[in-house]
């Protein structure tokens, strides 16, 4: 049973236009997720996070933003560059019966094109 | 800094065959936890541990095994390898259970 769900396996955005690539979960004991980046043969790297008491959050160029009713995130990276190509992963975590573990979404694969 | 470090990156193995998969990280970390990655199924969480140790089974522990005797070191061991366990292999450390995880850059393992 997949917790954690990236619907999208892939999306393509012209370069200076916006990326949104979205997330749902499905355990409502969640209440710490998290935004991955990887590039071909390198480990993900952290990059944006979110706290379920918040339902924004912001770094430079990328926001998180958290809908608690509908169990769904999304991050969006506006402009988006060409660096930005890559895999994209959300992951969940928290609640009293979760704290030990990270779930991973199946990740989103994002093109950026001149 | 060296961060996470794996070894080997790369490593090809016979069914029933036997190895160890390296992970050592040099930021103090407790939380350590190892994650294999498969084609549509995005990162899966194999076994973990909150301090030397300590250990405990993720979502996929079956044919693994793991020892945590210091802070630094997280080795996974395949007892007895099987195609199945094709994928490649991430190590990740945390200052806390439910942080920001730093991934070493992950071992491919091929197993025929």
């Known amino acids: 049973d997949q917790q954690v769900k990236q619907n999208s396996p892939s999306l393509s955005v012209q370069e200076g236009r916006i990326s949104i690539l979205n997330c749902d979960y499905t355990n409502s004991m969640f209440d710490y997720f998290l935004w991955y980046k990887k590039y071909p043969a390198e480990g993900p790297t952290f990059l944006i996070s979110?706290?379920?008491?918040?339902d924004k959050n912001e770094d430079g160029r990328f926001t998180v933003f958290l809908n608690k009713s509908a169990k769904h995130l999304s991050l969006h990276i506006v402009p988006s560059q060409p660096g930005d190509s890559a895999v994209y992963f959300c992951a969940a975590s928290g609640g009293s019966y979760n704290t030990d573990k990270l779930i991973f979404g199946t990740g989103t694969r994002l093109q950026v094109f001149p | 800094n060296a961060g996470v470090t794996q070894t080997p990156k790369f490593q090809v193995l016979k069914t029933g065959q036997s190895m160890t998969l390296q992970c050592a990280q040099d930021?103090?970390?407790?939380?350590m936890s190892w994650y294999r990655q498969d084609p549509g199924m995005g990162l899966r969480l194999i076994h973990y541990s909150v301090g030397a140790g300590i250990t405990d089974q993720g979502e996929v522990p079956n044919g693994y095994n793991v020892s945590r005797s210091t802070t630094e070191d997280f080795p996974l061991r395949l007892l007895s390898a099987a195609p199945s366990q094709t994928s490649v292999y991430f190590c990740?450390?945390?200052?806390?259970?439910?942080?920001?995880?730093?991934f070493g850059s992950g071992t491919q393992l091929s197993v025929l």
């Open positions: 979110i706290s379920s008491i918040k």
């Open positions: 990740a450390s945390s200052y806390s259970v439910s942080g920001k995880l730093f």
């Open positions: 930021m103090n970390h407790e939380y």
